[in-house]
């Protein structure tokens, strides 16, 4: 952007802060933003953080007369800091559950998503006020796509719909021979869907048009699809990665990957190269697995080398295995393995770990991925699930190998659960790194400053914690108060918020939740 | 293999674990279910999706236990399928929407599962099938036989799984006649 454009998106940033607007400087229209899976967007929203509205379904929406003082309707002041529910009643019981991977996405003045009752919604993202609502039979656990006007979802019950994204009528429909429980990812033209009847659908955004539907790829698809300008990258649960042609849907290159499964997860592209996270084979998880390659380590170098010895089954370390490969690198041309990733096994609770994501760190753009370590530079140092510790670090993509974040301080002036087996799914926007999952909720990390900020968490007690959140919906759970119940059992998922100009949004299973900065 | 052979087996086997009281397991000895008015042209894709997967099965040969991880700690696991003569109740199922090659194809498998002891629903080789012999179900291989101790452990408090297995015997008996 030149430093002209620059100076107007601040002005404009600043413009809406004093009156109250919301902006959207640029769209997040699929699951992680871009096509690539990058979860990137230059947008940055600065903490503290307060609610703008929050939205317990079509007929009710908690509004921040703070934000916009002319709001009258089911509106409060609500400051950061605020425990919601002591200041705005919050519903019983909502008819609907979000999926834990429902990422919002946000364009056109809209925010989409879906639930897993059978509903669709189109939600303003100004006031948090419902659109539309639209039947999408099954319900979904997938994010949307968006494109020309039109916003897709695929569904449990065996199609793939795509809506006025203003209206929501139903501009078209596309059956398929088994159920999307895959995001759906978008060039902006066409959306194309993983299906578990181990096909991808591409259809034309605007007009439903059938582009092609690929040969059947072996297996199921659970795993999202990354795309560039030319081609979609597939995780099938063959455990090969399919690079297809976007101009004809044929396979035109196929590596298979270390791992169990691609469920929760998605390749992400970025340098030339594919980034493919699995589920590791021995376990999903990461409790005390390779401590002795973090006992014995001399250095950082030292500890990646001891690493990578344990995932060849070397260095006689307890449980080393190459079995233990969760992260493949492919470069993008010709699907061989420039290098391999001295990445270690981490997450848990039956979460796989969580894909790369880009970020900006000193000013340059990078790859972050979780390395598990007695070495911290950027996170706290002790962690759940090892002796030791699990950081965020840049990948030096010649390597694989990890390049510290190093601010001179950590990320431990606020205090947030840091857990191997218990993580968080990444976005990033400006200098902000977002961490975010359900149950402990939602993180800021300033990647200039190392400063952190515990955005929300649904509770501010609850499994022998108390945390101090810009946000939270009750106040301790351990003495009987509730959130709304949701009409399903939470499907868990380690989702990053979604960025878009001056606000912050993401899914709890029983509401929908936007957040802004507090001047 | 006649049928009344293994009905009397089956008979013997279920009354040797329930005891003289058995009039509350009439249904369970003497009914079973039979699909009745199937829509076959609506059913047609299930029915070929369900042919490929027993091609799948009778080209594989005797399987391994499926394995399923989804877990936090190395020792666990769970697996499926371990049960001696498990496979068969499963060929039963799907034996009566098979055409004739693939029912040929079944019987030749049953039998051949049935002449190995440690695969039969009665051996007394042991209470679980060898957990990595076989053609493996999963899309993964592995170096270690992960969480296979742990699993055999915890299941082993039980004892062995006879009733069921011998139910799927009896069943693939009644459907295919052998």
Redesign the interface.
């Known amino acids: 952007m030149s430093m002209a454009g620059l100076r107007f998106v601040r002005a404009a940033v600043f413009m809406a802060c004093c009156t109250g607007t919301a902006v959207y400087s640029a769209d997040w229209p699929q699951l992680q933003c871009t096509m690539q899976k990058t979860g990137r967007t230059t947008d940055s929203v600065l903490p503290p953080y307060r609610a703008r509205w929050i939205w317990f379904g079509s007929t009710y929406t908690v509004r921040n007369r703070l934000s916009v003082a002319t709001w009258t309707v089911n509106a409060y002041n609500l400051p950061s800091e605020t425990i919601i529910g002591n200041v705005a009643p919050l519903p019983a019981t909502v008819p609907f559950t979000f999926s834990g991977t429902m990422q919002p996405v946000v364009a056109a003045g809209m925010v989409f998503v879906g639930d897993m009752d059978g509903k669709a919604y189109g939600i303003r993202a100004d006031d948090g006020s419902t659109a539309w609502v639209a039947d999408l039979p099954g319900g979904t656990i997938g994010s949307p796509a968006y494109g020309n006007g039109v916003v897709a979802f695929g569904a449990l019950t065996r199609c793939i719909r795509g809506f006025n994204a203003q209206t929501g009528a139903v501009v078209w429909e596309i059956p398929t021979r088994g159920p999307v429980v895959a995001p759906l990812v978008t060039n902006g033209s066409v959306v194309c869907v993983g299906c578990l009847d181990g096909h991808v659908y591409c259809i034309n955004l605007t007009d439903g048009a059938m582009l092609w539907k690929s040969a059947y790829l072996g297996a199921q698809i659970v795993g999202g699809l990354a795309m560039d300008a030319n081609h979609v990258y597939v995780p099938v649960e063959t455990m090969y990665v399919h690079k297809l042609s976007l101009a004809t849907g044929e396979s035109v290159l196929s590596k298979k990957v270390s791992g169990q499964s691609f469920y929760r997860l998605w390749p992400v592209v970025y340098d030339n190269k594919l980034f493919v996270q699995a589920a590791g084979i021995p376990i999903v998880g990461s409790e005390y697995v390779g401590e002795q390659v973090m006992q014995g380590a001399a250095s950082v170098s030292d500890e990646q080398d001891r690493w990578l010895q344990f995932l060849q089954g070397q260095g006689g370390f307890t449980n080393a295995s190459p079995d233990w490969k969760h992260l493949t690198v492919l470069s993008i041309a010709d699907f061989t393995e420039p290098f391999q990733v001295p990445d270690d096994p981490y997450e848990g609770c039956g979460t796989p770990p969580n894909p790369p994501c880009v970020a900006s760190v000193g000013g340059a753009e990078r790859l972050l991925a979780y390395y598990k370590t007695k070495y911290v530079y950027l996170c706290k140092d002790s962690a759940f699930g090892t002796a030791y510790s699990i950081d965020i670090s840049a990948m030096d993509l010649t390597n694989g190998r990890r390049i510290p974040i190093d601010n001179g301080r950590r990320a431990t002036n606020e205090w947030y659960t840091w857990e191997t087996d218990n993580l968080y799914g990444m976005t990033s926007g400006g200098t902000m790194l977002y961490l975010r999952q359900g149950f402990r909720g939602t993180v800021g990390i300033n990647l200039t400053t190392s400063n952190a900020t515990v955005i929300s968490t649904m509770y501010k007690s609850r499994d022998g914690g108390t945390w101090f959140p810009d946000l939270c919906y009750r106040n301790n759970y351990d003495s009987g108060e509730r959130v709304p119940d949701s009409t399903n059992p939470e499907v868990g998922g380690r989702i990053g918020p979604s960025i878009s100009g001056t606000l912050l949004l993401f899914t709890e299973d029983f509401c929908l939740t936007c957040l802004e900065r507090q001047p | 293999m006649k049928t009344w052979s293994v009905r009397a087996w089956c008979m013997v086997a279920m009354l040797s674990c329930v005891g003289v009281s058995f009039a509350q397991y009439d249904q369970y000895i003497w009914q079973t279910n039979k699909t009745a008015n199937l829509d076959v042209v609506a059913a047609q894709?299930l029915i070929e999706k369900l042919k490929g997967e027993v091609d799948r099965i009778t080209t594989a040969g005797h399987l391994a236990p499926l394995r399923m991880?989804?877990?936090?700690?190395?020792g666990?696991g769970t697996f499926f399928y371990w049960e001696p003569g498990r496979i068969i109740t499963t060929l039963a199922m799907a034996y009566p929407y098979m055409d004739a090659p693939r029912q040929q194809a079944i019987r030749t498998y049953v039998n051949a599962e049935l002449a190995t002891d440690a695969y039969r629903p009665w051996t007394i080789a042991g209470n679980f099938m060898p957990p990595f012999t076989g053609a493996r179900r999963?899309?993964?291989s592995?170096?270690?036989q992960?969480?296979w101790t742990w699993f055999q452990n915890m299941e082993s408090s039980r004892g062995p799984t006879r009733i069921a297995t011998l139910y799927g015997l009896w069943l693939y008996a009644y459907n295919s006649g052998d």
């Open positions: 894709p991880q989804q877990g936090d700690v190395t666990e999963e899309h993964y592995m170096t270690q992960w969480g």
